[in-house]
């Protein structure tokens, strides 16, 4: 069975409108042939050659993932460059890249949402312009504590703070990616701490005067949680149209950034 690849891309930007995107930003079917069949969908965060190789390996001609390749409108395509060894292995190896970033970041059910349900946080609503989620823990913790209860729940993410909160940690905002435009509104909604990933000087500047907790658990480390629920509303959607889809996730990324010793091993 399977389908086209148009059909993926069709329901995609049904589900997840490119209008939402950013206007910098680079979504949709960036790299492909609609009319190509696919069988085998693989969902990665990003757009790489290890993703590719895996999809290529599995024998699925459609990658979907939340980065996109590039940013930036590109002057030429050269095997040589980073961006070009992509876009080149992806035609020869006929494999479609389909990329659902800023648009997907405003769905109800994006990055900030998975997030928000993986720090188990009850009654959840909408920071700003559909980015962020607040909520509040089932326990209010010291911030010390709940620093510690982050860490178990990201083992392998060096997390960085800024700011303090004397008060015991009850309502957290979270927001996938880098979040940190977020700050004043996570501030004006009461919040005791927001988790979020790169956190630049002059933001952990502003918590500092705001007088409220940021915690920095890195951009991959917030956002890789939509990964396997994309696959799974991929999945849901071929057995509902009965295009007999397989759905798998590429499971081999890693941070780029990493702590110097992991580094020099």
């Not at 010390?144 to 178990?152: A, D, I, T, V």
Request: hydrophobic share 40%.
């Amino acid at each position: 069975m399977g389908c086209r690849v148009g059909d993926v891309a069709s329901w995609l930007d049904e589900s997840f409108p490119t209008e939402l995107a950013d206007s910098w930003d680079c979504v949709g079917l960036v790299v492909g042939d609609e009319e190509a069949m696919v069988e085998h969908v693989v969902v990665s965060l990003d757009p790489t050659i290890q993703s590719l190789s895996a999809a290529q390996g599995r024998g699925s001609s459609l990658l979907v993932t939340h980065h996109p390749p590039w940013v930036r409108p590109l002057r030429r395509i050269c095997r040589q460059q980073p961006e070009g060894e992509l876009v080149w292995k992806a035609v020869q190896s006929g494999i479609s890249i389909y990329c659902v970033h800023t648009n997907l970041d405003r769905s109800a059910q994006g990055p900030s949402a998975q997030l928000a349900e993986y720090l188990e946080l009850c009654d959840v609503e909408e920071v700003a312009e559909g980015l962020g989620r607040v909520g509040r823990l089932a326990q209010p913790l010291p911030w010390k504590g709940f620093h510690r209860w982050l860490q178990e729940r990201f083992p392998h993410a060096p997390i960085r703070g800024a700011g303090r909160t004397e008060e015991p940690i009850e309502r957290v905002a979270v927001c996938g990616g880098s979040g940190a435009s977020v700050i004043d509104d996570a501030h004006r909604l009461g919040v005791q701490v927001l988790v979020t990933g790169d956190v630049k000087y002059h933001d952990a500047r502003k918590a500092e005067s705001l007088g409220i907790l940021v915690l920095d658990v890195g951009h991959f480390s917030s956002e890789r949680l939509v990964v396997p629920w994309l696959a799974r509303q991929i999945d849901q959607e071929s057995r509902r149209r009965g295009w007999g889809l397989l759905v798998s996730t590429f499971e081999g990324e890693e941070d780029p950034l990493r702590p110097m010793e992991l580094l020099m091993r």
